[in-house]
Structures are given as structure tokens and as C-alpha cells.
């Protein structure tokens, strides 16, 4: 009986996985998901914090997330970048100043906001330098978003993780 078994186990093993149907249809094509980075050169805060709102000169896709940096030093040689918003304390920890950001889907504004600003100190008011990302929204490289999440506090993982080739940035500024 049992060799009787294993014999329609096997038979039936073999008919049901050599089954094929048709075709299906053709998929929908694939998004482009590249993402894209921009300098902002020579920034400058009024004394009451008010920064610039700067035009993308294209329009995002519903989805598509900016990330700010702002270039706070040099180390071996590579600009060293700190994520917006950036915050500055006094001595006693109380806040001072911080730098902030906002993006709509045409245009996006640096600026500062903080407790007297007229005091902030001129070399972090003037000449600032600023690095926008732009991620896309949607990601097919990865089906679980909660595997291979990137730190967006870091500049260089968020370039490795969407692939860019950060060697030419286009200006705005």
C-alpha cells in the first residue's frame, strides 16, 4: 500500500509541475527612479533668518522626497555634509539658531529660524553652501521597505543607496 502510495505521490508530483499556461499579458513599463542632486552656492540669511525660496527649474512627481544638506567642513579631501534641519546651541544648551527647509513640488526655501537671529555670527549667516537630493518616491529596488533602510542623516549612504553620481551636480546658484 504504501509503495502504491509513493508511486501516485510521484506521478502526481510530476504532472502537476510540468503544467504551463499561456502567456500572460505584458507588464506595465518601469518607472525611471533616478534620483537627482543640486548645489546651492552662496546663501545668505537676513538678520531676521529669512533665507530664499529657489525654483527646481522642473516639477517633482507626487512622492518625490527632498533631502538638505549644508556643507559644514572638509575632511580627507571630501566636502563634509550635515543634514537639514541643523540646529545651534549656546553654551548652555539652550537652542540658538537652526537651519531649516521646506520644498514644494516646484520650488524649495532655506532659511532660519532661532532666537536672535541679528546675533548669529556672520560666517553661518553668509556664503552658505547647500546640497538639495532629490529621492524618488517610489523605490523598486527593494519589495520590503523595512530591509535595507539608508540613514538620510547621511549624505554618502543616501549617495550609495539611489546610485548617484554626485561628481557632477548641477548649480542653481
Same mark, same amino acid.
Given at each position: 500500500m504504501k509503495k502504491i502510495f509513493i508511486l501516485f505521490a510521484a506521478v502526481g508530483l510530476v504532472a502537476f509541475s510540468s503544467c504551463e499556461g499561456p502567456e500572460g499579458p505584458p507588464g506595465e513599463p518601469g518607472v525611471n527612479t533616478v534620483a537627482q542632486v543640486i548645489? $546651492?552656492?552662496?546663501?545668505? *540669511?537676513?538678520?531676521? &533668518?529669512? #533665507?530664499? $525660496?529657489?525654483? *527646481? #527649474? *522642473?516639477?517633482?512627481?507626487?512622492g518625490d522626497v527632498v533631502?538638505?544638506?549644508?556643507?559644514? &567642513? $572638509?575632511?580627507? #579631501?571630501?566636502?563634509?555634509?550635515?543634514?537639514?534641519?541643523?540646529?545651534?546651541y549656546y553654551d548652555d544648551g539652550t537652542l540658538f539658531f537652526t537651519y531649516k527647509f521646506n520644498f514644494s513640488r516646484v520650488d524649495f526655501e532655506l532659511y532660519l529660524e532661532g532666537f536672535e537671529l541679528n546675533t548669529v555670527p556672520t560666517d553661518l549667516r553668509t556664503n552658505q553652501k547647500f546640497r538639495i537630493v532629490i529621492v524618488p518616491g517610489e523605490d523598486p529596488s527593494i519589495s520590503n521597505k523595512s530591509v535595507n533602510k539608508v540613514d538620510y542623516s547621511d549624505y554618502n549612504a543616501v549617495i550609495k543607496k539611489y546610485n548617484i553620481d554626485d561628481t557632477n551636480v548641477k548649480q542653481l546658484k
Open positions: 548645489d $546651492v552656492n552662496n546663501v545668505n *540669511f537676513a538678520l531676521n &533668518g529669512d #533665507g530664499e $525660496v529657489i525654483n *527646481f #527649474g *522642473f516639477t517633482l512627481y507626487p533631502l538638505a544638506y549644508r556643507a559644514t &567642513g $572638509v575632511s580627507n #579631501g571630501s566636502t563634509v555634509w550635515s543634514q537639514i534641519p541643523e540646529s545651534h
